[in-house]
């Protein structure tokens, strides 16, 4: 028919199942089918020899110590420029305990930093909107959160 339109579509389970609220009412199940344990055969003798054939002529995976050596002395050359490029600042050991007092002068200094970037920013955006041209404030220092 021409313009005809699909109104619904049943879709048919590929399997037995069972029968929940949706299907109950539909009908009688199906009686079960014993399910038996899947045996599997053992391969064909063709199968075996091409098998055994592919293994003997696979390449075994070898190393190569002259490209083993170049990497190591490529990775070593890069951690060096990484050291260089990027240093550590004084690091203090593991088992040392840092003073407690030291810490918070730290903490301090920055806050100290962070609040005067601030204020710096905050005259300079107010003396811009007085003057009513957009604020072209340069950053001089990165800000940083504390706490």
Known sequence: ???AN???LHVLAPTLMKAGP???TAGPTPP?????PVQRR???DGYRRVTEAHRQAARPFRVDSAIAEAVERQTAAMRELSRRAFPEPDV????VQASIEATRAQ???QAAVTEAAALRRDRQERAAWKSRR???VPQTTALRDTA
């Not at 079960?32 to 038996?36: C, G, L, R």
């Not at 203090?92 to 088992?95: G, N, T």
């Open 107 to 109: 903490r301090r200094r």
């Open 6 to 8: 699909i109104r619904t």
């Open 42 to 44: 053992t391969a064909p």
């Open 134 to 136: 957009p604020a072209d």
């Open 22 to 24: 949706a299907t109950a």
């Open 32 to 36: 079960t089918v014993p399910v038996a």
């Open 92 to 95: 203090v050991p593991d088992d």
């Open 1 to 3: 028919m021409r313009g």
